[in-house]
């Protein structure tokens, strides 16, 4: 803005911070920034991407989904992203998965197998328990869901499985350069591994050491050496990786849990 007065009015051109119009400037400039954030702001709002709070709801709302109670912008995002699958009527993987996520909030994940035509396998993870193996009432609330009328085709026969637990666990040494605060450096690394953790607790996947090397590599890190997981820790269908190392924390505060094998040396 001060480029464009200079631009327009030659007058300006010994234009100092303490004359009034330079202040008259920076106000402008101000109110402009905050103007243009509110747009940008504006047009995220209608984007399932970037949406957040009732936003998110209303758009969640066109594809038919509904927010549950208790329910995190993150997995209204997700069951939103997946419900074009559920107008499907022939029984298609994105329906049951859909249709198995709104049974209940505190579902993680849910794999969805068919070994033989018409046999259907939902695997379920989450609940009460830290590591998200479901009991016995919550597998047959989504049995329930997945064999309603309205959503099982009458061909399809379904099954519903608790996820088998797969535990591993973290063991690393980092150096630190010398300077910053070893430990906070270790916490912030802790941090790290933990929210990775969390991210691949889900049915079926994969945790690779490469991952976890490098949710290690925080800043200040200059060096890691990762025992545990000595390899990968594949999950089968039928399994969900769970992190045990340090203290089992709730899905929703990644951040706030070390994890106690993770050890500091400084270079």
């Known amino acids: 803005m001060l480029a464009d007065l200079r631009g327009r009015d030659p007058q300006f051109s010994a234009l100092v911070e303490s004359d009034p119009a330079f202040k008259i400037i920076e106000v402008a400039a101000y109110r402009e920034f905050l103007l243009r954030a509110r747009v940008n702001d504006a047009a995220r709002a209608v984007m399932l991407a970037y949406a957040r709070g009732a936003d998110l709801d209303q758009i969640a709302a066109l594809g038919g989904a509904e927010r549950a109670e208790g329910e995190s912008d993150d997995r ?12 499907s009527v022939a029984g298609p993987e994105g329906a049951y998965r859909f249709h198995a996520l709104a049974a209940d909030a505190r579902i993680v994940d849910v794999g969805i197998e068919s070994p033989n035509p018409g046999e259907i396998v939902a695997t379920v993870l989450g609940g009460d328990n830290p590591d998200g193996a479901a009991d016995a009432a919550l597998v047959a609330k989504v049995l329930a869901a997945l064999n309603d009328k309205e959503v099982r085709p009458l061909t399809d026969s379904v099954t519903v499985n608790a996820a088998e637990i797969l535990p591993f666990q973290v063991t ?22 933990r929210a990775h953790c969390l991210e691949v607790h889900r049915v079926g996947a994969t945790v690779y050491r490469s ?24 999950a089968t269908a039928a399994q969900a990786p769970w992190c045990t190392t340090g ?8 951040d706030t849990h070390d994890l106690d094998g993770i050890a500091v040396t400084v270079a």
Do not use: K, W
């Open 172 to 193: 690393a040494e980092l150096t630190v350069e010398s300077g910053p605060d070893s430990e906070v450096v270790r916490a912030a690394a802790a941090a790290a591994v």
């Open 247 to 254: 203290t089992n924390m709730p899905y929703s505060a990644p």
């Open 76 to 87: 209204l995002r997700r069951r939103a992203q997946l419900a074009p699958e559920s107008y």
């Open 211 to 234: 991952a976890v090397f490098a949710a290690c590599h925080v800043a200040g890190v200059i060096g890691v050496s990762l025992t545990e997981p000595a390899a990968n820790v594949a």
